[in-house]
T-cell receptor, first 115, second 117 residues
Framework: DVKVTQSSRYLVKRTGEKVFLECVQD?????MFWYRQDPGLGLRLIYF???????EKGDIPEGYSVSREKKERFSLILESASTNQTSMYLC??????????????FGPGTRLTVL | AQTVTQSQPEMSVQEAETVTLSCTYD???????LFWYKQPPSRQMILVIR??????QNATENRFSVNFQKAAKSFSLKISDSQLGDAAMYFC??????????????FGKGITLSVRP
């Protein structure tokens, strides 16, 4: 069964803290993605990775960085958390195959609150 | 850049009835994929249905079907015989075929569907 897991469902941090959000997939997928979800804004892509140690900026990368040292794990890092980064963070993964749907599979999400 | 528009933020349907969720998109490409994702209150996003742009036949998955109008750039989701478990947020999403190597999705803002018993 396909599975994407995220390290925490709920997280509360203080302004200025360094925050790590971890995502692990067990499907041997090449692609991994980090989104944030805010009411009225839908899902916005922060960063994605198409291979180990490879990353590309999404639509809203400012204030975030990522790390992918192993194929199954993709980490989102908030170097210095701010209150405007309070949000739901969703991780996803997908295969890379030509002429295919390459649908994304999502984790359960991490609700991050920055005080 | 591609955009996906879901203009209705909320809809409501009576249990056992049919509801249609609207989605339009803007693209200059001819080959692409379209998706509807469901996010129940527990927050795990799951795929409901998918459509390849080159296929004229509308996709169907049990009670879920789409009305894909390529010329109009419209991709609506029809839910038949609505059930209480259909209550969720639904997202329409677009993927370019040209980005096959990384499969980025562009999402609409979502619509919250409630089902009245």
């Amino acid at each position: 069964d396909v599975k994407v897991t995220q390290s925490s469902r709920y997280l509360v941090k203080r302004t200025g803290e360094k925050v790590f959000l971890e995502c692990v997939q067990d499907m041997d997928h090449e692609n991994m993605f980090w989104y944030r979800q805010d009411p009225g804004l839908g899902l916005r892509l922060i960063y994605f990775s198409y291979d180990v140690k490879m990353k590309e900026k999404g639509d809203i990368p400012e204030g975030y960085s990522v790390s992918r040292e192993k194929k199954e794990r993709f980490s989102l890092i908030l170097e210095s958390a701010s209150t405007n980064q309070t949000s739901m963070y969703l991780c996803a993964s997908s295969l890379v195959t030509r002429y295919s749907y390459n649908e994304q599979f999502f984790g359960p999400g991490t609700r991050l609150t920055v005080l | 850049a591609q955009t996906v528009t879901q203009s209705q933020p909320e809809m409501s349907v009576q249990e056992a009835e049919t509801v249609t969720l609207s989605c339009t998109y803007d693209t200059s490409e001819s080959d692409y994929y379209l998706f509807w994702y469901k996010q129940p209150p527990s927050r795990q996003m799951i795929l409901v249905i998918r459509q390849e742009a080159y296929k004229q036949q509308n996709a169907t998955e049990n009670r879920f079907s789409v009305n894909f109008q390529k010329a109009a750039k419209s991709f609506s989701l029809k839910i038949s015989d609505s059930q209480l478990g259909d209550a969720a947020m639904y997202f329409c999403a677009y993927r370019s075929d040209r980005t096959g190597a990384n499969s980025k999705l562009t999402f609409g803002k979502g619509i919250t569907l409630s089902v009245r018993p």
